[in-house]
């Protein structure tokens, strides 16, 4: 792991490198900070919801809020921490941001000029400028809300390792030895959403990390589950607004030099 840029702003950015299978410890800043795995795809965790993020996206994060990273191949990650007057542009809740052409370069010219140790009002001018850009998507992309109680752990954790797993709540309500009302009841009060919906979230999830990697549609989607490949384009338009290919397009920016 290595790590660069820091100055004392409202606004710094540090870059972190980490090797496949990282996996990072609940932890939390206090000061609230954009992630964005300029390289790489990350998973990250809050005690409420989970997503994917890709790199033309990244996550905001309030200050305090617990989270923990994980990434199963190399990743870069630009944390963007934000302080002071400019908090009151920011969001006050936890999400998923598009990073826009110019969201990404101000991340970049703002670590750049934190490493050749500039601290004037340009670098405070820019960051007004990158709140400005931190718009939460609606409704969250992709997002899998954490199950706590220990009736849904078992679905939840087989679902996690094996996204393509078809039992019905009926068969769940006969393993566990439960109603199938009460299961379905408990979904709804703890994730709200049903079954099927938290299990399609479950299998999209899985679907963004595969397709990070390069992976072809027609093969995720049988392996996930999905009766085709045209199901789950469908199923993953609907729930990101676009298309599994268009959701990583764009241009990306190699990771900012060094400055020396």
Same mark, same amino acid.
């Given at each position: ?5 820091? +100055? ?49 996206? /990244? ?50 010219? #703002? +670590?750049?000029?934190?490493? /050749? ?15 400005? +850009? ?72 899985? /679907? #963004? ?10 093969? #995720? ?40």
């Amino acid at each position: 792991m290595t790590q660069t840029g820091r +100055q004392a702003a409202a606004v710094l950015v540090d870059e972190t490198r980490y090797a496949p299978g990282f996996r990072s410890e609940w932890h939390h800043s206090n000061k609230a900070q954009l992630i964005y795995p300029s390289r790489g795809t990350m998973t990250l965790h809050t005690r409420a919801e989970c997503w994917v993020i890709p790199p033309l996206r /990244a996550c905001w994060l309030p200050a305090l809020e617990e989270h923990c990273v994980v990434s199963s191949r190399r990743l870069a990650m630009h944390s963007v921490y934000c302080d002071d007057g400019i908090l009151e542009r920011l969001p006050k809740r936890s999400g998923v941001v598009q990073v826009s052409s110019l969201l990404r370069e101000l991340i970049f010219a #703002i +670590q750049e000029m934190g490493l /050749a140790g500039c601290v004037d009002g340009s670098v405070q001018r820019m960051g007004l400028v990158l709140a400005d +850009q931190i718009k939460l998507q609606s409704p969250p992309q992709l997002s899998v809300p954490r199950v706590l109680s220990a009736r849904l752990g078992p679905i939840a954790e087989t679902l996690r390792s094996d996204p393509a797993d078809s039992r019905t709540l009926q068969q769940w309500s006969d393993e566990l030895g439960v109603s199938t009302r009460t299961l379905a009841r408990a979904f709804e009060r703890e994730t709200k959403m049903s079954f099927t919906a938290y299990r399609q979230q479950a299998r999209l999830r899985a /679907a #963004i990390e595969r397709l990070a990697t390069g992976e072809a549609v027609s093969r #995720i989607a049988y392996d996930l589950g999905f009766t085709s490949a045209s199901h789950f384009i469908e199923m993953f338009r609907k729930a990101t607004g676009t298309t599994p290919k268009q959701y990583f397009r764009g241009k990306q920016r190699p990771t900012a030099p060094t400055m020396r």
